[in-house]
């Protein structure tokens, strides 16, 4: 079956602009967590959706936004982006809620310039 | 503060040899561990997990250990393969649907042929 697919791969946008990243996942997964992932803090967790409804969330500012759509694809926004945002933005996708049995996404490299 | 440390950034290690990263966890609420291993431009992929009430846990040449009373858990290679280096992260879960992954840092193995 097809894997996690993050698009696009690659993106370069300036400081204060905004971002919106996609997650498509396995299919029949219904939830989809999107993490952060810099040299100096490793994977940090932003946010879970199950059934399109925001479950879970980590200590990240409001700039950073999600959604999940009736087909359980999910998207991340940043707004007003800063250089530190800088990172690579990780989805995974699970049959069930809660960070269990989590398969990954490729990601998205997102630099702020 | 870090719930999850992996102290080594970097190791070396010999083909054929033994490869052991460590993690220690402060949590005693996590009862779920998982090793995920990460190629450059890739997503992390699933290696390994333990339940908190097992101390060992074993698949093909990957060993997961755990030691509740010191809260630390390491990853046994055993012969490692130099297809074997990338970096591994360790993730522990608190259990419940209302948790998630926390992940550290990564430790990045080099085996050398």
């Known amino acids: 079956k097809a894997g996690v697919t993050q698009t696009p791969r690659y993106l370069i946008k300036t400081r204060g602009q905004q971002v919106t990243l996609s997650c498509s996942p396995i299919?029949?997964?219904?939830?989809v967590s999107w993490y952060q992932q810099t040299p100096g803090q490793g994977l940090q967790f932003l946010f879970e959706y199950f059934s399109e409804t925001q479950r879970n969330k980590g200590n990240f500012p409001g700039r950073f936004s999600g959604r999940q759509f009736s087909n359980s694809r999910s998207e991340m926004n940043v707004s007003t982006l800063e250089l530190g945002d800088s990172a690579l933005y990780l989805c995974a996708s699970s049959s069930t809620l809660g960070g269990y049995g989590y398969t990954f996404g490729s990601g998205t490299r997102l630099t702020v310039v | 503060d870090q719930q999850v440390k992996q102290n080594s950034p970097s190791l070396s290690v010999q083909e054929g040899r033994i490869s052991i990263l460590n993690c220690d966890y402060t949590n005693s609420m996590f009862d779920y561990f998982l090793w995920y291993k990460k190629y450059p431009a890739e997503g992390p992929t699933f290696l390994i997990s333990?339940?908190?009430?097992?101390d060992k846990n074993e698949d093909g040449r990957f060993t997961v250990f755990l030691n509740k009373s010191a809260k630390h858990l390491s990853l046994h290679i055993v012969p490692s393969q130099p297809g074997d280096s990338a970096v591994y992260f360790c993730a522990a879960h608190a259990g419940g649907s209302q948790g998630n992954l926390i992940f550290g840092k990564g430790t990045k193995l080099s085996v050398k042929p």
């Open positions: 299919s029949g997964h219904r939830s």
């Open positions: 333990i339940s908190s009430i097992k």
